[in-house]
């Protein structure tokens, strides 16, 4: 049926939002449900460059209409899409746009999940960028005081500069996961912490840094 077609809805909805001698100001809650349909059609259909598109107009909508959350929904549903598409530069992109979504709702659990996303979505393709990408969601979560829920965080960025052989930067993330488990009172993740720091070093047959970094910590 035409009115269930995600083409014909798309195109509906671009002509609810431009302007003409006819119509002098846009529908954007019509468009956007419009958009919201034809995404889920468009992804049914396994269509999903066009679902991605379709996400990204949903989105744009929700802003339009002053609701961040669900703007940022859809942003994270259009990401979902680009994973699937292996188009990294989107997937991160688009998360990024999620985060910065979220955080107008003053959600920044939310929006560091965001992040996270991405990061472990491109980890294996661009590790530097997922580095960064997991560095960010911690901060959010330390500014917000929730450093419990950004220890796991912290060992995925040591286990990337383990998989690069950064074996000093890899003792630095470990150091900072240790401060972070000694500010919420997470006294076994920050001995582990520690010790995975020497032991780090011991792999990398640093033994003059392993008695050092051993004897820092245990001070």
């Known amino acids: 049926m035409s009115g269930s077609d995600p083409g014909k809805l798309i195109s509906k909805a671009d002509n609810l939002t431009t302007l003409s001698l006819t119509r002098w100001s846009a529908d954007w809650e019509s468009a956007t449900r419009l958009y ?28 339009m209409l002053s609701s961040p959350w669900d703007a940022a929904k859809s942003m994270e549903s259009a990401a979902a899409l680009a994973k699937e598409l292996r188009n990294w530069t989107e997937v991160i992109d688009f998360y990024r746009k999620a985060s910065e979504l979220y955080m107008q709702c003053d959600r920044p659990q939310f929006a560091s999940d965001s992040l996270a996303k991405a990061a472990r979505a491109v980890e294996d393709a661009l590790p530097s960028d997922a580095i960064k990408l997991y560095s960010d969601a911690c901060v959010l979560l330390e500014d917000d005081r929730k450093e419990q829920m950004a220890l796991d965080l912290y060992h995925a960025v040591t286990n990337i500069y383990v998989k690069l052989e950064k074996y000093t930067d890899a003792v630095a993330f470990l150091l900072k996961l240790g401060l972070a488990a000694d500010k919420c009172n997470a006294t076994n993740s920050q001995c582990k912490a520690y010790l995975s720091a020497v032991i780090v070093y011991l792999y990398a047959h640093d033994l003059k840094q392993a008695e050092k970094c051993y004897n820092d910590c245990s001070q």
Request: zero cysteines; hydrophobic letters at 30%; a positive charge.
């Open 36 to 63: 919201e349909q034809a995404a889920n059609g468009f992804r049914v259909s396994k269509d999903y460059e066009k679902a991605k598109l379709a996400f990204e107009k949903a989105s744009k909508g929700r802003e």
